[in-house]
């Protein structure tokens, strides 16, 4: 295109279709059409992939992780969306409690990249250490359900660890998706 | 700063979407389109401003997209196959009084579209087309036949 388009002389440049200056391009609208036909399929795989839950909320999204120790079982989304909540269960075992309590050790990458923002029940006690947090709560006896709320904050492959103080180590991955 | 990249990943989306809707012969916005511009808008705005709702948030966003509007304004310009690329090209639906059949299939055109084109440029009968385009914007020229 020149410099000026507007000061260059006067000349047919557009392709014309018979007598009529159109600036129609066949050839580039057949490549068109093509893509068209391969992003609409495109669009239908990442659909169908939403509904499998590949980008999290679906049945590809859900795991569940019991320790070697059979103290407790997680329920949690491997895949996760970025500043949307979720909800992590623990499921504790009659072997969780001891001394009328069950002591679970959380790291701080729940805390922080995947955003805990509430755990249900209200622990009796919270303590800090070990790069994490210990929350203790009264129990008794089993079924016992403890729920924490994430909502991650930044898209990523985030680890965590979580423990029933007596029990063995969980060590889980996490995918958060934009 | 994910303010003003979530703005320019949905001007895109939004552009790649619309463009792959394809022209709808005649022009003119329908209930139809209404649907989506508002609806898509709506999903859209959710994503780029995210929580933060404040005024600087949201003037970023839109000075944002202004100037990534203007940029492309500006690369359509200065080149004819980014135009191409963004606004296709106009297609010949009738050419000597021949339909165009791949066109008619590949944009999908109804002959109720033609008709109501023919009428706007005073032709009374689809036969006395000489040509029709149909052109970026969606609107269809229509030329007479020259004994018509």
Redesign the interface.
């Known amino acids: ?1 020149p410099e000026h ?1 507007f000061m260059s002389p006067i000349e047919d440049s557009v392709p014309k ?2 007598e ?1 200056a ?5 050839n ?2 057949r490549r ?2 093509k ?2 036909r391969a ?2 399929l495109f669009f239908l795989l990442i659909l169908a992939a939403d509904v499998l839950g590949l980008f999290g909320r679906g049945w590809l999204a859900k795991a569940q992780r019991t320790d070697a120790a059979q103290t407790v079982t997680l329920d949690y989304e491997r895949i996760e969306r970025a ?1 949307t909540p979720s909800i992590m269960t623990f499921h504790f075992e009659p072997a969780a409690i001891r001394n009328g309590r069950i002591e679970l050790y959380v790291s701080e990458d729940l805390i922080k990249p995947l955003g805990a923002q509430r755990i249900s029940p209200e622990p009796r006690e919270s303590s800090m250490g070990d790069d994490g947090i210990t929350y203790t709560f009264p129990a008794t006896r089993t079924p016992a359900i403890a729920e924490i709320q994430l909502q991650p904050s930044f898209p990523g492959l985030h680890h965590f660890r979580v423990q029933v103080i007596g029990g063995q180590p969980i060590d889980a991955t996490v995918f958060v998706v934009p | 700063m994910p303010t003003i990249v979530h703005a320019v990943i949905g001007y895109f989306l939004l552009l ?1 979407i619309v463009r ?1 809707l ?1 022209r709808r012969p005649g022009s003119q916005m329908t209930l139809f389109e209404f649907v989506l511009v508002f609806l898509m808008g709506g999903i859209i705005i959710l994503s780029t401003v ?2 933060d709702r404040s005024v600087t948030n949201c003037t970023c966003a839109v000075i944002a997209v202004g100037l990534l509007h203007r940029a492309i304004a500006w690369a359509k ?4 196959r980014i135009g ?2 963004l606004d ?5 639906i009738i ?2 009084g021949e339909w165009q059949q ?2 008619i299939r ?1 944009m999908k055109l109804r002959p109720e579209d033609l008709e109501a084109a023919a009428r706007s440029a005073n032709v009374t009968r689809v036969e006395d087309i000489g ?1 029709a ?1 149909l052109e970026r914007n969606g609107r269809i020229s229509v ?1 007479p036949k020259e004994d018509a």
């Open positions: 295109m388009a279709v018979g009529v159109v600036g129609e391009d066949l580039f609208q068109w059409w893509f068209e992003i609409w500043s | 790649v792959v394809a995210g929580n310009s200065r080149s004819r191409a690329i296709g090209t106009p297609l010949t050419r000597r791949e066109v590949g040509y385009i030329f």
